[in-house]
């Protein structure tokens, strides 16, 4: 109730068109967003960093509330930030309003550009702000995943011999056998599948989920020519999921 | 908040080498205040700091997006020389960091990338941005797979063709082919839409074992000498390569079909130069501490001199342990020391060499034991060349904590850069904040608790782990308030030279900070904040006053400068001398003054024989800011000191205590026949070569007159395009470029000109610039006659002539009534009596040819003066002038000069050190030793000219072995010197002539 009131004052702050916004284009505002706080703007043509020389489109608003911010920034309340407005955005000194922005500078102080203003408003979509966040980078992955599958894992060969090629970012492909019994995205074959993960400790792949035999859960496998492999590959934290999140996954994957 | 070690000064003093104060370091924990709760692995560092203000840095590490967001990574930025840094999020990545990164910044301020984009393997991207302060993403130029280690390295041009183009070079490891080692060059890369000139040119000749290993460094220098050092493979196993160190160099920038090609090895006759061959490097594990290891390479080349060149390197002598080392080369890359500096258990080798030709070494090496281990940063310096050195430990911190994240953990490089006389660095390091850890202190932006020694967190709540942060440090040569400057550029008042090195503009030698006036009175400076100097005048007319303006880059101490002038013949390449026998004066700086001007000038005299067309030049220095070399004194710039192998010498633009001012502005007005304006081009170097000018008038010159019309006098030249070459000009040869100007009216105030710039390599390394003044014949007439006076008084004074003197005398006192009259002019001139019998005397002397075309001028003159129009006899007036000018300076330069004094014996030693018939004569090693010592005490002024004949005269048991050995030619030279050594000019005369008769011998 509190986030729908303070959405409908929103939109007479900002001028809104009204609560209709499309979900999706809230939701795609959102994504693209990666600190969203609700302030107060304080001054005009300012920042609080002094690197930031041009200052025709950028004000300084205080913040009141964070709706979202990544780990580290969350406790900005009663800071002041620098915004860089979004084309044709003005506003005036002591409006209130929700600034969906991305990060920019990070100094002493932060500044941050806008990335836009949710045209038709969407004072519902404030409260899913930290669902739709969280629930980001699964999507993103699901969206990229040639096949995902539910399974758990049989094998784990050893490494390969000698690499192609000789860089410290050799990525160490490791062979990995799962057993899949149910195909959730993508070919739908079940039975045993065979898929890579990088075992190197290099920057590049530090990050690659390292399935484990017996491991069970949801298989995110993608097809990366690019990086030289025609086999299925696994090589973000998000590829390899709990079974905990099976039914979360099977509904992304569904568009709920 | 900003967190200052209270135990320790940020700035802590150093004792320095040699007579400099002691230079200061800085570090900087590099993570901004707002990441506070960050423990990323930042490792891997590079840098790069804008030349034309180095406040401004740049630099990057292994730092994901503090945001999470994946579509950006984020470089750091600096825009007060490191002392605060700001995170931005510019950098194209998949997912939210980068692989391999480094940036290269220039002088137009765009910086460019070298990144293995986040989310991919080995996909390099090339990047840009004018802007690496705003929002927008930089531009991929170039996008290309399978390729490692991409290494951006550029610089700004100077001068010749390159001039303000960015020149950006990226080594890297393409490993679509067997022939891997590569160079992604563009020419002119701020612009261009992608792929922004960039062209890829494989730089390994030699089939390797499979490929190249991962690092391909590029080192530039002004001149367009760029070299490159990479590994390559002879063979490999798990854990063990066995490599060739090899040094690619090309000598025009990479531009040729087969760029990289100028530097062979004798083994093949391949381009590419083995360092070292066979050697062994552990590759990845065990590694070292916590770190893995494998090829590393570091090189940079001498801004002082392009031929010296440092390489760095890391091997593994037994197979498994760790070794860094620095070695050099004098003769670019064909010859190589041994290793001037070795490290055991250290990595990432890493060199920069400043504009004084000091050499930074830079690693990390691990020491102790077990949990007690510890990674030291060091910084090594060197100013003799790597025969001793400093070191300065910029951090000794933790090795087995934090746990490593992931490879690199430190970086498979850290950076070092060389701007101006200093050091920039950064390297990552476990970034406990404990004073003991950092022995030149440090200081924080992130929050810290000095006391606990712990980190804390945005909202200074709790504790934050231990991670690796990138260290920035500056070691600074001579603080701000002790580094004095004199501009060799004003545009403006507030777009001029700031005492940076080099100095950005070409056109050094029209609008710097010294001047000549006829009155012991500065003169106030003009509207755009330029000295307002005055052609010289000679002794019947009155002395003329040396003047400089110092600059110092900080404030803060009270300090006295001392000045010393110097001058030279209007043109380029003639030798310096001091202005007088008491060159030098004082500029006294109170605590708070960061520039003073002259209020009086240094006396000189031109004597009766000298033209006074004359180049001017000061020198500054403090105990603490002294030279970055010889004095210019009987050398010219562009023309290395003694012992050096430089191609070029930059001296007037690498080094901010000097400054030099090669201007003629002529007042022109009448009609008829062009004037032709002179300047003398001389030779300086030790070997007979092509002097190459670039002819460059500016805008105005061109609406009015359209193209330059250039003649040479006195030898051989041509002009191709905006080139004017002089062929074949021997050591200490002199040629006179010539430039005819139509003769003008105009209302006086507005300069037309054209600058002249001498090309060594396709950098200008010294030049002039000749200005015309189109005025009023009442406005032009005093100066054309003061020329005539002037020119006729020499003729009188060289050849003892009385009607030369006598018109001289005429001109001049029609000159000293102030304003002249056309029509007196045309009276005065209508008599031509003593004129044209002093003209005879000179023409009909033996052995005097009409190279200037005095004839024909006089000639001209009598013609208008006789049909009495001003119009053109103004002209015809200024043209005689200064064609007698120049003729009385080539005869008198006939005879010999002292100013190349010091030219003459470094060409003996030469000549003596390398002609195959004298180098085994008896006493040639002694001659040669000896003259070199002169040059070096002539140059320290410890000698001077008055000592030369004593040199020569112990020299004559050489010569006469020469003579023997050579031929009976000599021998009238020989007498002709034995006959002058009471007189230093004309021995110098006689000892040249000598000298070109062995060179004639040799060729």
Redesign the interface.
């Known amino acids: 109730m509190r986030l729908a009131l303070l959405g409908c004052g929103l939109i007479a702050a900002l001028a809104w068109a009204g609560c209709k916004t499309p979900r999706a284009d809230f939701q795609t505002l959102v994504s693209a967003s990666?600190?969203i706080v609700e302030g107060e703007v304080r001054r005009l043509g300012a920042a609080t960093?002094?690197?930031?020389?041009?200052t025709s489109r950028t004000v300084v608003v205080r913040v009141d509330r964070v709706l979202y911010?990544?780990?580290?920034?969350a406790?900005y309340t009663g800071r002041e930030i620098t915004v860089?407005l979004a084309e044709g955005h003005d506003v005036e000194v002591g409006e209130r309003a929700v600034f969906y922005t991305?990060?920019?500078?990070?100094?002493?102080?932060?500044a941050v550009?806008e990335t836009g203003v949710p045209p038709g408003g969407a004072p519902e979509g404030l409260g899913q702000i930290a669902d739709l966040k969280a629930t980001e980078g699964l999507r993103?992955r699901l969206d990229a995943a040639a096949l995902v599958a539910q399974g758990s894992i049989l094998r784990v060969d050893s490494q390969e011999g000698?690499a192609p090629?000789?860089?410290?970012?050799d990525?160490r492909w490791t062979r990995v056998t799962l057993d899949a019994r149910a195909v959730l995205k993508g070919d739908p074959r079940d039975g045993e599948l065979v898929f890579l993960y990088p075992a190197?400790?290099?920057?590049?792949?530090?990050?690659a989920p390292r399935p484990a035999p017996g491991l069970e859960g949801v298989f995110l496998l993608h097809r990366r020519d690019?990086?030289?492999v025609a086999e299925l590959v696994v090589i973000?934290p998000e590829d390899v999921q709990p079974i905990e999140r099976l039914s979360e996954i099977q509904g992304l994957l569904e568009g709920k | 908040?900003?967190s200052l070690n209270p135990s320790l000064l940020a700035v802590f003093l150093v004792a320095g080498a040699g007579p400099l104060a002691a230079q200061t370091v800085r570090v900087v924990n590099m993570v901004?205040?707002?990441?506070?709760?960050?423990t990323n692995q930042d490792?891997?560092p590079d840098i790069t700091v804008d030349p034309n203000d180095p406040n401004n840095v740049v630099a990057s590490a292994?730092t994901p997006?503090?945001?999470?967001?994946?579509g950006t990574a984020?470089i750091y930025?600096s825009?007060d020389r490191g002392n605060?840094?700001?995170?931005?999020?510019i950098v194209p990545s998949g997912?939210g960091?980068t692989?391999d990164i480094t940036v290269a910044l220039g002088r137009n301020g765009v910086l460019y990338a070298g990144i293995?984009r986040?989310g991919?393997?080995?996909?390099m991207d090339i990047l840009r941005t004018a802007n690496y302060?705003?929002?927008a993403a930089m531009t991929t130029l170039v996008s290309r797979?399978?390729v490692?280690q991409p290494f951006a390295r550029m610089l700004t041009g100077l001068g010749g063709g390159e001039r303000d183009d960015d020149l950006v070079y990226v080594g890297n490891?393409d490993?679509a082919t067997a022939l891997s080692a590569t160079v992604d060059q563009s020419f002119d890369a701020a612009t261009a839409p992608a792929p922004g000139g960039f062209a890829a040119s494989v730089i390994e000749l030699r089939p390797p074992f499979?490929?190249d290993?991962?690092p391909i460094r590029p080192a530039i220098h002004h001149d367009g000498t760029v070299y490159a050092a990479f590994a390559r493979?002879q063979t490999?196993t798990?854990t063990l390569d066995t490599v060739d160190i090899v040094v690619a160099r090309d000598d025009d920038w990479g531009k040729s079909a087969t760029p990289f090609s100028d530097l062979t090895d004798p083994s093949d006759g391949l381009a590419g130069r083995f360092v070292a061959q066979g050697i062994s490097v552990a590759?990845?594990l065990p590694g070292l501490g916590q770190e893995?290891v494998?090829e590393r390479l570091s090189i940079a080349v001498d801004p002082t001199d392009s031929q010296t060149v440092y390489l760095a390197y890391y091997d593994s002598p037994s197979g498994t342990d760790s070794r860094v080392q620095i070695r050099r080369s004098t003769d670019g890359g064909n010859n190589w020391s041994g290793s001037l500096l070795s490290v055991a258990s250290a990595l990432n080798p890493t060199v920069a060499v400043t504009v004084r030709g000091k050499v930074g070494f830079a690693y990390q090496v691990l020491t102790g034991a077990g949990a007690a281990q510890r990674w030291e940063t060091h910084l090594r310096t060197s100013d003799d060349g790597g025969a001793t050195w400093d070191d300065t430990t910029l951090a000794t911190t933790p090795a087995a904590t934090p746990v490593?994240?992931?490879?690199?953990y430190l970086g498979?490089y850290m950076g070092l850069a060389a701007v101006g006389k200093d050091f920039y660095g950064v390297f990552s390091a476990n970034n406990t904040p404990d004073p003991a850890n950092f022995p030149n202190g440090v200081t924080y932006?992130r929050n810290v608790d000095w006391t606990a020694n712990t980190l804390r967190n945005?909202?200074n709540t709790g504790t934050v782990a231990v991670s690796i942060d990138p260290f920035f440090f500056h070691v600074q040569e001579i603080p701000d308030d002790q580094d004095f400057y004199v501009r060799d550029w004003t545009d403006s008042a507030t777009d001029n030279d700031a005492g940076l090195e080099p100095s950005t503009d070409p056109i050094f030698f029209t609008t710097s900070d010294v001047w000549n006036r006829r009155t012991d009175a500065p003169a106030p400076f003009s509207a755009n904040d330029r000295p307002q100097s005055e052609d010289p005048q000679v002794a019947v007319l009155g002395d003329n006053y040396a003047f400089a303006r110092v600059h110092r880059k900080g404030s803060g101490s009270a300090e006295t400068v001392t000045l010393r002038f110097l001058k030279s013949e209007f043109g380029t390449g003639s030798n310096y001398v001091d202005v007088s026998a008491t060159p030098t004066d004082t500029l006294t700086f109170a605590a708070a003054d960061t520039v003073q001007t002259m209020t009086a000038g240094v006396e000189w005299t031109l004597n009766a024989t000298t033209s006074s067309h004359t180049c001017l030049a000061v020198e500054i220095t403090t105990p603490n800011d002294p030279l970055s070399g010889p004095s210019l004194v009987g050398r010219a710039p562009g023309w290395p000191p003694a012992g050096s192998n430089t191609r070029t010498d930059l001296i007037v633009l690498n080094d901010n205590n000097i400054a030099q001012r090669n201007m003629g502005v002529h007042k022109t007005s009448g009609r008829g026949s062009s004037i032709a304006y002179h300047a003398l081009v001389h030779n300086a170097a030790l070997a007979t070569r092509d002097v190459t000018l670039r002819v460059i008038p500016d805008e105005r010159f061109v609406g009015l007159f359209k193209q330059p019309v250039t003649g040479v006098v006195g030898g051989a030249g041509r002009m191709e395009g905006d080139l004017l070459t002089l062929p074949g000009m021997r050591p200490g040869e002199n040629r006179w470029v010539a430039l005819a100007v139509p003769a003008t009216s105009g209302q006086g105030g507005a300069l037309y000109s054209v600058s002249f710039q001498e090309l060594v390599d396709g950098l200008a390394v010294n030049g002039f610039t000749i200005a015309v003044e189109p005025t009023t014949v009442a406005g032009a007439a005093p100066e054309a006659l003061r020329l005539y006076a002037e020119a006729f008084l020499r003729l009188g004074a060289l050849e003892g002539d009385e009607s030369a003197a006598r018109e001289g005398k005429r001109a001049l006192e029609l000159a000293g009534r102030g304003e002249v009259s056309p029509k007196a002019l045309v009276e005065l001139l209508r008599d031509g009596s003593d004129r044209q019998r002093g003209l005879d005397a000179l023409l009909k002397r033996p052995g005097f040819a009409d190279l200037f075309g005095l004839s024909g001028a006089a000639d001209r003159l009598s013609k208008a003066a006789e049909a009495g129009d001003p119009e053109l006899v103004l002209p015809g007036t200024s043209d005689l002038a200064q064609r007698l000018d120049s003729a009385l300076t080539r005869l008198d330069k006939l005879r010999g000069d002292l100013a190349d004094v010091r030219q003459t014996v470094d060409w003996q030693a030469e000549l003596y050190a390398t002609h195959p018939r004298l180098c085994n004569l008896p006493g040639s090693a002694e001659l040669v030793e000896r003259s070199r010592e002169f040059v070096l005490a002539f140059s320290a002024g410890k000698v001077t000219a008055d000592d030369y004949p004593g040199l020569v005269e112990g020299l004559f048991d050489v010569y006469a072995a020469t003579v023997g050995v050579v031929g009976e030619s000599l021998q009238a030279e020989l007498e002709a010197m034995r006959g002058a050594l009471g007189s230093a000019k004309e021995l110098q005369g006689a000892h040249r002539r000598f000298l070109l008769l062995l060179e004639a011998g040799r060729r």
């Open positions: 990666d600190f960093l002094e690197q930031v020389e041009d911010a990544p780990d580290g920034f406790d860089l991305r990060g920019w500078l990070f100094g002493d102080g932060i550009v993103a000698q090629r000789r860089t410290e970012h990525p190197s400790r290099d920057v590049h792949w530090f990050r690019d990086l030289g973000e | 908040m900003r901004p205040g707002a990441q506070s709760n960050e490792s891997e292994f997006n503090p945001t999470g967001a994946l984020p930025i825009s605060t840094w700001l995170l931005n999020s997912n960091m692989g293995l986040g991919s393997s080995l996909l302060t705003g929002a797979n399978n490692d490891n490993l499979m490929q290993a991962p493979y490999f798990a590759w990845l893995r494998g490593r994240a992931f490879f690199p498979d932006q945005l909202a």
